[in-house]
């Protein structure tokens, strides 16, 4: 689910698009690998 979230961020997408695949926390995470 976070590499789904990922590739949709990546591709432009909003950040709640990517919430409907992964948990809000995960993204947070994502956000402090980045």
Do not use: D, R, T
Not at 3 to 14: D, F, R, T, V
């Amino acid at each position: 689910a976070v590499k789904i979230a990922w590739k949709k961020l990546e591709e432009g997408c909003s950040i709640e698009a990517a919430k409907s695949f992964c948990e809000p926390w995960m993204l947070n995470e994502m956000m402090k690998w980045k």
